[in-house]
Nanobody, 128 residues
C-alpha cells in the first residue's frame, strides 16, 4: 500500500509563504491524481488544489487561486503545494491524497472517497 507523507507545515505571519511536500514512498507517479485538502477547526475538509500527474493539469479552489501553486517532481515522487500571500484564513491542517491509475482528477467538489490514499496531515498556522 502506498504511503503518503506531508511535510513543510509551520507557523508564518500573514503575507508569508510555505511550501508543502507530499512524498509517495516507494511509488512512482504516473497516471495518478494528487489532491491537496485542508481542514480548519470546526470546519469541513475542503479541497484546495489537485494535479493530474499524467499531463500536469491543475485545478484550484477560488479561495487559493493566484496564491497557491501545485506542482510535481517525478524524479522525487513528490508533489508540492507552494502557498504565497498567506492569510489567517489559510490556517488549517493540510492533507494530500492520491487516486491511482485514474487517468483524470476528480473535481474539487467530489467526495473525499474519490481518493484512495491519504497522508497524516501537516499543520499550517498563519498569524496576523
Amino acid at each position: 500500500q502506498v504511503q503518503l507523507m506531508e511535510s513543510g507545515g509551520g507557523s508564518v505571519q500573514a503575507g508569508g509563504s510555505l511550501r508543502l511536500s507530499c512524498d509517495a514512498s516507494g511509488y512512482t507517479y504516473s497516471r495518478d491524481c494528487v489532491g491537496w485538502f485542508r481542514q480548519a477547526p470546526g470546519k469541513e475538509r475542503e479541497a484546495v488544489a489537485n494535479i493530474y500527474i499524467g499531463d500536469g493539469r491543475t485545478a484550484y479552489a477560488d479561495s487559493v487561486k493566484g496564491r497557491f501553486t501545485v506542482s510535481q517532481d517525478n524524479a522525487k515522487n513528490t508533489v508540492y503545494l507552494q502557498m504565497n500571500s498567506l492569510t489567517p484564513e489559510d490556517t488549517a491542517m493540510y492533507y494530500c491524497a492520491a487516486r491511482f491509475s485514474t487517468g483524470f482528477c476528480p473535481t474539487l467538489t467530489s467526495p473525499r472517497n474519490s481518493y484512495t490514499a491519504w497522508g497524516q496531515g501537516t499543520q499550517v498556522t498563519v498569524s496576523s
